[in-house]
Nanobody, 121 residues
Framework: QVQLVESGGGLVQAGGSLRLTCAASARTFIAMGWFRQAPGKEREFVAAISRSGGSIYYEESVKGRFTIARDNAKNAVYLQMNSLKPEDTAIYYC????????????????WGQGTQVTVSS
């Protein structure tokens, strides 16, 4: 059974940084991504990365502040979040697929349970 486990969330002041980690129990994923869901809002795409790391995509509001990376030897994907803003507050979810997919939620096959990120002003 494939599992994705996120960690690294927490409470941080605006302007601060957090690094999220997603540990996967399998190493065959082509696409891995991060999504987030704020209270009362739909889940939205944050970033995605291909297996080789050669293709990376970001949601517009996080470009220049967030960096996605993966370590295939460790079956892990990371999200480095800098210059955090209160509007980044959300539950952050790791997602994975055996196919290449960028931002379409329904095309990701596996999801983690999420980790809470709270940014205070």
């Amino acid at each position: 059974q494939v599992q994705l486990v996120e960690s690294g969330g927490g409470l941080v002041q605006a302007g601060g940084s957090l690094r999220l980690t997603c540990a996967a129990s399998a190493r065959t994923f082509i696409a891995m991504g991060w999504f987030r869901q704020a209270p009362g809002k739909e889940r939205e795409f944050v970033a995605a990365i291909s297996r080789s790391g050669g293709s990376i995509y970001y949601e517009e509001s996080v470009k220049g502040r967030f960096t996605i990376a993966r370590d295939n030897a460790k079956n892990a994907v990371y999200l480095q979040m800098n210059s955090l803003k209160p509007e980044d507050t959300a539950i952050y979810y790791c997602a994975a697929s055996h196919h290449w997919v960028i931002s379409k939620i329904d095309e990701y096959e596996y999801w983690g349970q999420g980790t809470q990120v709270t940014v205070s002003s």
